[in-house]
């Protein structure tokens, strides 16, 4: 009796150190493109629910490591959205990677720095510094992690989407020291994402806060994915609702089809009801 007890102690050990979630920090020494400032984050639950991080200034990474792992060695790195004003870190984070977990994807979830002239020398840049040094952080350590260093993905709620476009699509434009590490996702995964800041479709508010209240035509274009697609950007999927009142649906559409435009694999989802939000 006493040595099914111990064998189920062990066992109960191992499970809870397999499901244990690990906070790194994002960068080993200075974060860049930061002036000093106090730590101001914080974290509510909202009676909606859902979790909200706002004023985050020091980036994290936490990897979520599923019981069984798939054997094609798949990783994704999860950025929540927010507006680029807070992270709707739990049913956009979280969550998610908990559910990728049983489809034994190894999960990582980006805490990236929100966009505030306060401890940013350039907030236009940071959150992609952070969506960058996730990529390259994850591909250093792929071995360790038991994970292949040609399946990491990265996948966006919202303007978490937009960072993950962005991402998408300026890879070889390092803001951050690459260190020989190719920064390019092998695929994204954007839901209901901010594709745009063109004032024809694009989502205003996550505009203002990235870039401020008066943008040059020439960062509009930069931070609209959808217009910086080659022939070598990654594979997407892309999921909306007809009905989202807060990001229009022709963000993932022209997204979709500018993919198409150079043949490279995309796959689209539009569902007539949803909204925004639905994590």
Request: aromatic letters at 8%; a neutral charge; one cysteine or more.
């Amino acid at each position: 009796m006493k040595k099914i007890c111990f064998l189920f102690l062990v066992f109960s050990f191992t499970i809870t150190i397999m499901n244990a979630q690990t906070v790194m920090p994002l960068y080993d020494k200075e974060i860049p493109n930061s002036v000093p400032a106090p730590v101001t984050e914080k974290s509510e639950m909202g009676k909606d629910g859902i979790l909200r991080i706002s004023k985050v200034s020091v980036p994290t990474l936490t990897i979520y490591k599923p019981a069984h792992p798939s054997a094609k060695g798949a990783a994704v790195i999860i950025c929540p959205g927010g507006g680029y004003g807070i992270l709707a870190a739990g049913h956009e984070g979280s969550d998610v990677a908990k559910e990728l977990n049983k489809w034994g994807v190894t999960a990582f979830v980006l805490k990236y720095r929100l966009p505030d002239d306060a401890i940013m020398k350039d907030k236009s840049i940071g959150p992609l510094q952070d969506a960058q040094r996730a990529i390259q952080m994850v591909r250093q350590h792929a071995k360790e992690w038991n994970i292949n260093p040609d399946a990491i993905g990265i996948m966006g709620f919202s303007a978490g989407g937009h960072l993950a476009g962005t991402a998408s699509t300026h890879y070889n434009n390092p803001v951050i020291d690459a260190a020989g590490v190719s920064l390019r996702p092998d695929f994204s995964i954007l839901i209901y994402p901010v594709i745009s800041f063109t004032d024809e479709i694009g989502h205003i508010g996550s505009r203002d806060n990235l870039l401020g209240k008066n943008p040059s035509q020439e960062q509009i274009k930069a931070y609209s994915s959808e217009l910086q697609v080659t022939e070598n950007t990654p594979p997407a999927f892309l999921v909306h609702a007809a009905d989202d009142g807060a990001v229009n649906p022709q963000n993932s559409i022209r997204y979709f089809e500018a993919l198409q435009k150079f043949k490279i694999p995309a796959e689209l989802h539009i569902y007539e009801t949803g909204g925004h939000g639905f994590g």
